[in-house]
């Protein structure tokens, strides 16, 4: 199963591919032109460059492990207390504690800067002159965004509904390490899933609810405390996870998760500290996953609010609406923009600014209303210049008028996971490699457990001996391997049978089909080493059904069929004993 299949059918109906270099303009109104920062600090005299919370947590966890120089046990709680807060820690509490701990640059011991914002986004330029900035999407989620009218449209005006995108995301990191889990170009599956505001309920949460998870929420993540198992029915009743929507998806995660293999005794969810979430966030949980590196965040699950599609209505407001039974009358606070006044103010910008104030709803206005009313100008941000303009009280008139409302417009809010796909790829590797002894017990065998339904080979060919008529059966079998979809290798080599299993065993296949007759084969499985026979004809749709899910390997061992096969063999081989 790749990723791209599996994200999009296990969670969503939709997936789209937009662009990787995206406008500037897109990303102010995200914000994270201003705000997708790290905090970095320099070496002093060389220059070199270090993620400052990085720094900190190494030299905590060194001065943790160091068992030969042992730290007072009230250091030790003192900087167990700064590991549990670390992802939250401003620049100026990092700063103190870089001082503090008198912590140097690693290479040179030379003294660190004050920790100061990087941002994290590569820039270029588009188009020959130079002159329109670009950069490169740090999330996919930005394209779903400018894209939801036309989603919504297309899926008739109803919510919920989600919409899902595989592509690259590119971060300038500041020390990228740890092999792929921090990179600067790395593959993202992210789900944005629109629902009203009002109503987060999710009709599939009681397919998860029962789902006894390890949570880490926010007020537990103190020196000395872990995760604990709660269900996430008893989650969301007691706010622990803000709604339904939320929960369901930290429940997909977790199944997701496991399905491909991942141990699910070394996964947690963390809640995100208040200081730590990013700026569009209002809720937001990790998977993490624990690995020789420590534990890693592989999927973040975040309720965005309405934050983005706020941000990017422009000229056309990105709404949805709801019909209602019977009109209403309300009350509305309007905004009038006086022409004559805007017009001299800004000349050639005068159409955007008239426009983003038309598109303003009514909370908006009230909060220029109330700036207005106390300072007399408001520093106003307009999404189509990608700047801030002043706005005075001269130039709107805001009043209140009474209409009758047929429609109830809103802007949805957007519950996103978002799936490091190296990094769940490599906590995949180290949670599936084991090694077991070979027939001698001198030697240790290399083995990855992959789950069928994510090993890249699914099965290997090879006749039990060199044989034409055994090489023809494993040829035309690989050839049917090939039609029916099922990506395998065939090993013709003489090798020993034991040394062609350890190599497809170290590859992870799950399968192997040996030819040692013209009309039946075996099949055996990677871990249990076990063998079933089955006819040529049968054995590709066999390892068809096993790679696919649709049966496993315990309902095939056991089926009938194979049990007496079996009990026919080891009565053979007991009337041949006694002769
Ligand atoms: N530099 C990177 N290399 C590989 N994967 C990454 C990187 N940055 C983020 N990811 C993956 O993308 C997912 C979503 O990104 P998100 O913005 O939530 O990460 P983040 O909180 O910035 O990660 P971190 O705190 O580790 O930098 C993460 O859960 C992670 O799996």
């Not at 303003?360 to 700036?371: G, P, V, Y």
């Not at 106390?374 to 008139?397: A, N, P, R, W």
Request: glycine share 6%; aromatic share 10%.
């Amino acid at each position: 199963m790749s990723f791209r299949f599996g994200i999009s059918t296990l969670f969503m109906k939709r997936e789209i591919d937009c662009p990787c270099l995206t406008p500037e303009a897109v990303l102010k109104a995200s914000g994270h032109v201003d705000k997708f920062t790290d905090l970095m600090v320099k070496d002093e005299k060389k220059g070199t460059c270090y993620r400052a919370d990085h720094l900190l947590k190494d030299f905590c966890n060194e001065k943790l492990e160091d068992q030969d120089r042992r730290i007072s046990p009230e250091m030790a709680m003192e900087l167990k207390q700064v590991l549990s807060k670390l992802d939250g820690l401003s620049a100026e509490e990092l700063g103190a504690c870089i001082k503090k701990y008198g912590i140097r640059a690693p290479e040179t011991d030379n003294y660190l800067s004050d920790p100061f914002p990087f941002n994290l986004m590569f820039q270029t330029t588009i188009g020959p002159s130079g002159s329109s900035i670009g950069f490169f999407r740090p999330e996919t989620a930005q394209g779903i965004f400018v894209n939801f009218m036309d989603i919504y449209y297309d899926n008739g005006c109803k919510l919920p509904f989600a919409v899902a995108q595989v592509g690259q995301a590119f971060r300038n990191e500041i020390s990228p390490r740890q092999g792929l889990l921090r990179v600067r170009e790395f593959t993202l599956a992210e789900i944005e899933h629109f629902v009203d505001p009002e109503d987060k309920s999710h009709v599939k949460f009681p397919t998860v609810d029962k789902l006894q998870l390890p949570m880490f929420p926010r007020d537990e993540q103190k020196p000395g405390q872990s995760a604990r198992l709660i269900s996430l029915g008893e989650a969301v009743h007691c706010k622990i996870v803000e709604n339904e929507t939320l929960g369901y998806f930290i429940g997909r995660v977790y199944l997701f998760l496991t399905r491909l293999g991942i141990d699910k005794n070394r996964i947690r969810f963390r809640q995100h500290l208040a200081k730590e979430m990013a700026h569009y966030a209002a809720d937001c949980w990790d998977a993490e996953i624990e690995t020789s590196y420590g534990w890693i965040e592989c999927v973040g699950i975040a309720d965005r609010s309405a934050y983005d599609l706020k941000a990017h209505s422009g000229k056309s407001r990105l709404e949805a609406h709801e019909q209602l039974s019977e009109p209403r009358q309300v009350e509305k606070l309007v905004i009038s923009p006086v022409k004559k006044e805007i017009g001299p103010a800004f000349e050639k910008k005068q159409k955007n600014v008239l426009e983003a104030l038309e598109a303003m709803d009514e909370e908006e206005i009230s909060k220029m209303k109330a700036e207005l009313d106390s300072k007399g100008e408001v520093d106003f941000f307009v999404c189509t210049l990608g700047e801030h303009v002043s706005i005075k009280s001269s130039m709107v008139t805001i009043s209140k008028v009474k209409t009758r409302e047929h429609q109830r417009k809103f802007t949805p809010s957007v519950i996103e996971p978002s799936f490091g796909i190296g990094r769940i790829i490599y906590c995949l590797f180290e949670h599936s490699f084991y090694t077991r002894p070979d027939k001698t017990g001198d030697e240790q065998l290399n083995v990855f457990r992959f789950n069928p339904l994510v090993a890249p080979f699914k099965c290997t060919v090879f006749p039990l001996i060199r044989n034409q008529r055994f090489e023809d059966v494993a040829k035309d079998i690989s050839k049917s391997l090939t039609a029916a979809g099922i990506s395998h290798k065939i090993d013709t080599t003489g090798t020993s049978i034991g040394k062609r299993y350890a190599r497809t065993d170290e590859l992870g296949v799950p399968f192997a089909i040996t030819v040692d007759s013209t009309s039946s084969v075996t099949i055996r499985e990677r871990d249990s080493k076990d063998q079933i026979r089955v006819s040529v004809k049968k054995a590709v749709s066999v390892v068809k059904e096993l790679s696919e899910g649709l049966r496993t390997w315990e309902d095939v061992w056991w089926s009938p069929s194979q049990r007496w096969k079996r009990f026919w063999r080891s009565c053979f081989r007991f009337i041949l004993s006694r002769n």
